[in-house]
């Protein structure tokens, strides 16, 4: 027994080991890893690239256009007395230059404003859903870590207490039953640790899907779990969500954008 009870110790210890062995990482370096690798934010920056390069007045059909192009023929005469070849080059050169057209130009110069504000606003949500995601599973990581340091020392003080009840049985001051009581509370506080553990594996390859690096990347969580709880106010929170919500802004941006269309569509008359 004693043997056994040494032998699940070393276990233990050996996963504590490997639990606690981990790369640094601070909130910070985390969210500078996630904003980098994200894939989804790569994409919509390029999205905001082909946005601000489509801004410009040549694009709205304001500027003059010039076509050029040259035709050429070829032909073949074969008779019984002399055999010729002809050869026709016509060049065509046309300049269009629409003077008015009801305003499109400018309505269209306006729409693409709206477009490149709407791609970056698209760009700022995205980042800020991401350092949300980065935080709560940076800190999801820590509090998983701090359940396992208390199911592990749950887990001492049921051996340790497994242990003295077994040395009073064999003393004859305990009695048999008691001695299995504090082995199934010890062995129950083992298995609570080992799927603690579980948890944290699993929150710690959450945060590796969210920063898009390697499943397999080991952590040690450097900056503190900190909670603040200040004292909120509604009219403070109402002015702070209309003048800093970028979802409602990305809303009143596609409102104009839509009345610019609007406005397109009756230049044609």
């Known amino acids: 027994m004693k043997t056994q009870n040494i032998i699940l110790t070393l276990l233990v210890s050996l996963m504590m080991g490997n639990l606690f062995a981990q790369n640094p990482l601070s909130l910070s370096d985390a969210i500078t890893i996630g904003l980098k690798n994200n894939y989804d934010l790569q994409i919509t920056r390029k999205s905001e690239e082909v946005a601000g390069i489509n801004n410009t007045w040549g694009n709205t059909g304001i500027m003059p256009s010039i076509n050029f192009g040259v035709t050429g023929m070829e032909n073949y005469n074969f008779n019984s007395s002399e055999d010729y070849r002809t050869q026709t080059l016509s060049p065509d050169l046309s300049l269009n230059w629409v003077f008015f057209d009801g305003f499109s130009a400018r309505i269209t110069k306006q729409k693409f404003e709206e477009l490149e504000a709407q791609s970056q606003g698209n760009t700022v949500v995205l980042v800020e859903s991401t350092i949300q995601e980065i935080i709560l599973a940076y800190n999801n990581c820590i509090l998983q870590k701090e ?63 969210t920063l898009a690096v390697a499943d397999d990347m080991e952590w040690e969580m450097t900056t503190p779990l900190e909670t603040d709880t200040p004292l909120y106010n509604i009219e403070d929170l109402q002015g702070k969500m209309i003048a800093g919500n970028q979802n409602l802004k990305n809303q009143y941006i596609y409102q104009n954008y839509l009345a610019k269309e609007t406005a397109l569509a009756k230049s044609g008359y």
């Open 147 to 209: 359940m396992a340091d208390v199911f592990s020392e749950l887990a001492k003080l049921s051996e340790d207490r497994y242990s003295r009840t077994k040395d009073s049985e064999e003393l004859g001051v305990g009695t048999t039953y008691e001695s299995l009581q504090a082995k199934n509370s010890w062995l129950e506080d083992q298995s609570n640790y080992l799927q603690q553990k579980v948890n944290y594996e699993n929150s710690v390859r959450a945060l590796n899907f």
